[in-house]
């Protein structure tokens, strides 16, 4: 009794210590050990009576196995294998199959074989069948004879005795399921049925036949599949439009084993089915994590390497990888460790590089061999990609309306009274302080002023949510009422003349190849219909007692100097805009009378543009040249 554990603890590795416990826990608290004594633990004895000639199955000892459900709601389950020892047991001192049947966690241990790999949910063995049910009886056929021991309440009944020859071998275990303990004695067919359905596919070359004795209810199920869980991704795949062939892949590495079998499908949707020593994983866990980080790798790898997936393209996802993907996993795990409220999801950390290695290995290794189904398959992936970024870039779509939508003109906007975009026209203009002067000086009835704050945001390479989230290009578009990218709409435009209005400095060329970049990139119907100009503040105020004249440029400030012989110390140089007083700006600048407004072509645009990719793209060398060749002569940067 050493290493006793108490049996409040169901730990999943008790297996690999040898227990010797009663059975009268079992009995005051079977909830512990089936989890339920509904119809769902009920159904649970059959599965720990039939996991144990599973066992002998994938030991390679057993083929058949058949189930019967009797009238009298008992049940038998009969295998061919090696039947269960008979002889004396070295630890217990009686023999095999009564300690198999009485001591828990006495699985497969007690016989001397290997780990007990299939084994319940709760792996608990046999004998909790026997001491959950009011009378087992157990048929053995070994060494030449047949023998026979009975049990009631998991208490030793009929002792173990010969009761004749044979010339087979196997095992019939048949129970009578205690109804003072289970709130239903009644098996249900279909259930039962399924379940054999789904054990056929997971233990290659079995048979397992499922016959209902009850009278009315006279029914029987037979199923083996040859190719085990590739049978059934095809059963699953049965009525779908298939893409390649059923890849199966298995391998083992460190005591754990791992098969998986594969098919994609034209569906959207994937159907990926884990088990773990043939149980059920509907949470997934490590096995699946490693198999997904594998398919992932080795498609995109596969992808980039045959040049189905170009330099530009993003990655294929986990979700793209998997859309209609039928798959199941199963993985065999000595000592599993189950997560989660239902333990529904497989634990162990190590099964994750070990599946991940084999899948990896085998799957290049397909893909490699088969190019024509490994493109069909990229090919399926690559279209869940483009699904992706257009489903992605319609609800951008839709969140940029809903940004832009609804919003009122912003505050710092002074509207103009006329609603006709035709003797509409927006200034925008560098600066508050600018923006200030240009409201005192402008006409209230045709122009507005929008000011912006510093340099807009740089929107080389920059996504258009991001853009948004600039205060200074929302305003902006809010303010021309167009919104912008697919949600453009020039016929709401709301002034048909847009002036931009910055400082005659590097600062001002700057911001004006940004805003030029922008209306290139993202409003150019506007540009091509000829909406967008430069407005031409002077850049000299030169005086001669009352008399004023304003210079656009040096060589005009030079011809007046001349012609008027005006004195330099009379002469003003504008910094900015902010250094005209509003009546000055209104007449040099704004007055449709007087001023000179430059209309920006498409060539004017495009030339911006490009100089806003060399000088803030990704590429250096361009770059560098640029700044080499015009780094004494900054006016090129102008318009
Ligand atoms: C212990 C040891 C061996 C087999 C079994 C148990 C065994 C148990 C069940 C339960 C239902 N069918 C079964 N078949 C076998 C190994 C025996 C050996 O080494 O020969």
Excluded at 402 to 421: M, V
Excluded at 463 to 470: F, I
Excluded at 526 to 547: D, R, T
Aim: charged share 30%.
């Amino acid at each position: 009794m050493a290493d006793q554990k108490p049996a409040a603890d169901q730990s999943y590795d008790a297996s690999n210590i040898q227990v010797l416990e009663g059975l009268d826990p079992v009995r005051k608290r079977p909830g512990m050990y089936i989890g339920s004594t509904d119809g769902r633990g009920l159904h649970h004895l059959i599965w720990e009576v039939v996991d144990n000639s599973i066992d002998e199955a994938l030991a390679g000892y057993c083929e058949n196995i058949i189930i019967k459900m009797h009238e009298d709601n008992s049940i038998s389950v009969i295998d061919d294998g090696r039947g269960i020892p008979v002889e004396k047991h070295p630890q217990t001192g009686i023999s095999t199959v009564e300690t198999v049947l009485t001591v828990l966690h006495a699985g497969g241990k007690f016989g001397g074989g290997g780990y007990k790999v299939s084994g319940g949910l709760h792996g608990v063995g046999v004998s909790v069948v026997n001491a959950l049910s009011t009378r087992t009886e157990v048929t053995v056929y070994r060494d030449g004879g047949k023998y026979f021991v009975a049990f009631e309440k998991g208490e030793p009944k009929e002792p173990l005795g010969k009761i004749g020859d044979s010339d087979i071998t196997g095992t019939m275990v048949q129970f009578w399921p205690d109804g003072g303990i289970f709130e239903t004695t009644e098996y249900n067919f279909d259930q039962v049925k399924r379940r054999c359905r789904e054990q056929a596919y997971l233990t290659q070359g079995i048979t397992l036949t499922l016959i209902d004795d009850r009278s009315g209810k006279e029914d029987t199920a037979q199923f083996y599949f040859e190719s085990g869980i590739s049978s059934f991704v095809q059963h699953k795949n049965d009525e779908k439009e298939k893409i390649g062939p059923i890849v199966y892949v298995n391998g083992e590495k460190d005591d754990v084993t791992v098969e998986i079998a594969m098919q994609y499908t034209q569906e959207f949707r994937e159907n990926i089915t884990c088990f773990t020593n043939n149980i059920i994983n509907p949470d997934g866990g490590t096995h699946l994590t490693g198999f997904q980080m594998s398919l992932t790798r080795v498609l995109n790898k596969y992808a980039r390497e045959n040049g189905l997936l170009k330099d530009k393209d993003p990655n294929f996802t986990n979700e793209d990888v998997r859309e209609g993907l039928t798959c199941v996993i199963s993985a065999k795990v000595p000592e599993p460790q189950f997560e989660g409220q239902t333990k529904g999801k497989l634990g162990n950390s190590v099964v994750r590089g070990i599946v991940d290695k084999i899948f990896s290995e085998k799957f290049s290794e397909f893909l490699a061999e088969n190019p024509s189904e490994a493109r069909a398959i990229v090919n399926k992936s690559a279209l869940a990609l483009r699904a992706r970024l257009a489903a992605r870039s319609a609800r951008e779509t839709v969140i940029r309306k809903s940004h832009l939508e609804g919003l009122t003109l912003p505050g710092k906007l002074a509207d103009c009274s006329s609603k006709d975009p035709n003797n509409s026209e927006l200034f925008i203009v560098e600066g508050d302080s600018a923006g200030g002067t240009a409201k005192q000086g402008r006409n209230r009835e045709t122009q507005a002023i929008l000011p912006l704050r510093g340099k807009i945001l740089n929107t080389e390479s920059c996504r258009l949510e991001r853009m948004l989230a600039n205060n200074e290009v929302k305003s902006l578009v809010i303010a021309m009422g167009t919104a912008i990218g697919d949600a453009f709409d020039d016929s709401r435009l709301r002034y048909k003349k847009i002036v931009i209005m910055t400082d005659a400095d590097v600062d001002g060329a700057h911001i004006r190849t940004l805003l030029l970049t922008l209306f290139y990139r993202h409003f150019r119907p506007l540009v091509e219909k000829g909406y967008i100009y430069v407005a031409n503040p002077p850049l000299y105020k030169l005086s001669k007692g009352k008399k004023v004249w304003y210079a656009m440029t040096d060589e005009e400030k030079d011809e007046i100097m001349n012609r008027e012989d005006v004195k330099a110390e009379n002469m003003q140089r504008y910094k900015g805009l902010g250094e005209m007083n509003a009546d000055q700006l209104w007449e040099t600048t704004m007055d449709p009378e007087n001023r000179m407004l430059m209309r920006i072509q498409l060539k004017d645009a495009e030339r911006a543009d490009h100089i806003f990719k060399v000088l803030m793209g990704d590429e250096v060398l361009p770059r560098r040249k640029f700044i080499q060749t015009h780094a004494s002569n900054v006016k090129d940067l102008d318009f």
